[in-house]
């Protein structure tokens, strides 16, 4: 049987507000895709980090502007604007504001499980679930996350998990 699943921001799973802006959330399938609403005068570091007591967004986003104008500027201090159209993979480590006097609109699909999200033990990515026992709340990159190295997954060296090719005939 085919199996189909329709969703909509006008309806989504979760919302997550914060002054001049709300981060709408929908889970489909296994994926989560926010859309971000923020109005001008909006700054990540000033009306979400505070509350977090952070300075940094340490969330990696990959999405696309739908509509205003956005300056992101990374923690090394390099900066760039991006407007609607815009297909967008920031890294952690950066500030965010809106400029402009157009609300900032944007999709998010990746980073949109532990953006802006108060109560991330409550929401788990479903990908953890499946993680066996030994591994579950440990990370590839650990730092991405806000967790300690400490939690980090010890990967084998590379030829170590290389896949021998079969002979040649």
Not at 135 to 157: S, W
Request: proline share 8%; charged share 25%; hydrophobic share 35%.
């Amino acid at each position: 049987m085919d199996q189909r699943v329709l969703s909509r921001f006008e309806q989504p799973d979760e919302v997550r507000t914060f002054p001049l802006g709300r981060f709408e959330v929908l889970h489909i399938g296994d994926l989560t895709i926010g859309r971000a609403t923020y109005e001008p005068g909006w700054r990540w570091s000033e009306h979400v980090g505070r509350e977090l007591g952070q300075t940094s967004c340490s969330v990696e986003h990959v999405g696309m502007v739908v509509s205003g104008r956005n300056l992101v500027t990374m923690d090394d201090g390099t900066s760039f604007e991006m407007g609607p159209g815009d297909l967008f993979a920031i890294g952690p480590g950066h500030d965010s504001e809106v400029i402009g006097d157009e609300p900032y609109v944007s999709l998010h699909f990746v980073g949109a499980s532990t953006y802006a999200n108060r109560e991330p033990e409550a929401h788990r990515i479903p990908v953890e679930e499946r993680k066996p026992a030994g591994v579950k709340g440990r990370y590839l990159h650990p730092e991405e996350h806000g967790q300690p190295r400490a939690k980090g997954i010890k990967m084998p060296a590379a030829a170590d998990r290389a896949v021998p090719k079969a002979p040649r005939a």
